[in-house]
């Protein structure tokens, strides 16, 4: 039945894209590509009528979907013939309505999951965020998940764009599959696109980076502000609310595809005002005793812990607050399974965490890459499931601590962020995860 859907979309997909005609922006990576493609939509939907996946609609039931502008009905058949009838409909009667541009995000899982997305879309714009050690159970190497997702920029039209990030060489390199010209983007100042002094402000911190009188509570994130540059011009940006690299990364992406549609650079830092974090990237989430909670738990892999553990380490703490890190399994890694997770251990040594408490049997490999860079045993703790670590953190913490909670999905760490929130009422608005087919998970 997958396959007869699956197929029946396909079709009804591509005879919709050949009625509209839309453009359509395909964003891939192995880290970064929710994040890129919020951005990119809040960027352009400033100006245009733009359309992007929805929840993590980005793969070949997914991507269609996105297409047609409907939700999944999980397996129900009266929904399903629905769908197939709003798309027949959008092919028989013109909709003036439909987007101009569709933001598509593009998973790869798999090798030939490219080629299949390909055959569904024709993009004009290429968006490759990162290439990282991710679903190494099913391609290998790290080389052929390049190979894979540079897929998506040898497919584009010679009047395309790659807009590819410049501080991976992985990425960089892409260039060289098209005759499409390349936009960079990136911290490197032979980037493109580039940001330049990105300062993460706290609003209850004072000039001398110490906390206001008696002020007691974890630091709280007023906002990330770099300055953005393109063509020899210049402006400010600030994202409030969000923490991390990975934000400004993802705006530098949005940025770009602006300077392809012609937005100047202050309609860009304008609109990217709006820009929200996705769930589970990097949230910030009060948590109970008057902690702080940086919410990373839609996913993992070793080079987006190793970032998200750099941020935790940086965040300013009021005198005798402590740094936790609740770290779950990284899964689909192969043979680097292991080697991964010690390192995410060491990693963690190196940027002063206080309590590292490991979920899942992979995950402790990161207790022991962290006992062996010199964290005391006393201080790392292990648990078999998130929910286990949460109700034991909810007794540990104290006012003022930081916590980050990460995991790969499958490990369900948005349970940790939900035992330990200041309102877990507001669950469902704030954390990934929370629909009906995951209730019961």
């Avoid at 009528?49 to 997914?62: D, L, S, T, V």
């Avoid at 714009?125 to 290998?140: D, S």
């Avoid at 899964?331 to 040594?349: D, F, M, P, T």
């Amino acid at each position: 039945m997958k396959k007869i859907i699956q197929f029946k979309l396909k079709i009804l997909a591509k005879m919709i894209l050949a009625k509209y005609k839309p453009d359509v922006i395909g964003i891939t990576g192995s880290v970064g590509k929710t994040s890129a493609k919020e951005a990119v939509y809040t960027v352009l939907a400033s100006k245009f009528n733009a359309r992007r996946n929805i929840k993590n609609y980005n793969n070949e039931i997914g991507l269609p979907l996105t297409v047609i502008g409907v939700d999944s009905p999980g397996k129900s058949i009266f929904g399903w013939s629905a769908v197939f009838l709003k798309a027949l409909k959008l092919i028989l009667i013109k909709d003036v309505n439909y987007p101009r541009i569709l933001v598509l995000e593009m998973g790869v899982d798999r090798p030939g999951d490219m080629d299949y997305l390909n055959s569904i879309v024709k993009c004009k714009i290429g968006i490759v965020t990162l290439i990282g050690p991710v679903h190494l159970e099913f391609f290998g190497s790290v080389g052929n998940i390049q190979k894979e997702k540079g897929k998506l920029i040898s497919n584009l039209p010679k009047s395309g764009r790659a807009v590819l990030n410049y501080d991976d060489e992985r990425v960089r390199q892409m260039s060289k599959l098209t005759e499409a010209a390349a936009l960079a983007y990136g911290f490197d100042e032979n980037a493109d696109v580039r940001a330049r002094e990105v300062i993460f402000s706290f609003s209850n911190i004072v000039n001398n980076g110490e906390f206001g009188v008696n002020e007691a509570s974890a630091a709280r994130l007023a906002g990330i502000s770099f300055k953005l540059s393109y063509g020899g011009s210049t402006a400010p940006v600030l994202l409030p609310n969000v923490i991390g690299y990975a934000a400004v990364y993802a705006a530098l992406a949005g940025a770009a595809a602006g300077v392809v549609y012609g937005l100047n650079l202050i309609e860009i830092s304008q609109a990217l005002r709006k820009f929200n974090s996705p769930r589970g990237r990097m949230n910030l989430i009060n948590g109970i005793k008057n902690t702080l909670i940086i919410d990373d738990t839609y996913n993992s892999s070793p080079q987006s812990s190793i970032a998200a553990l750099e941020i935790a380490g940086k965040v300013p703490l009021a005198r005798g607050a402590r740094r936790f890190v609740v770290l779950g399994d990284m899964l689909e890694l192969g043979g680097y399974s292991e080697q991964g997770h010690k390192e995410v251990g060491r990693q963690a040594v190196k940027d002063k965490i206080d309590k590292l408490i490991a979920v899942g049997e992979r995950a402790r490999d990161i207790a022991r890459g962290a006992e062996k860079a010199g964290m005391l045993a006393d201080n790392i703790f292990h648990f078999a499931r998130a929910e286990e670590a949460g109700k034991f953190i909810q007794e540990r913490v104290n006012e003022g601590d930081l916590i980050l909670v990460k995991g790969s999905q499958g490990m369900r760490m948005e349970k940790v962020v939900k035992e330990i929130m200041a309102e877990p009422l507001r669950a469902k608005e704030l954390l990934v995860r929370q629909d009906e087919m995951w209730e019961d998970g």
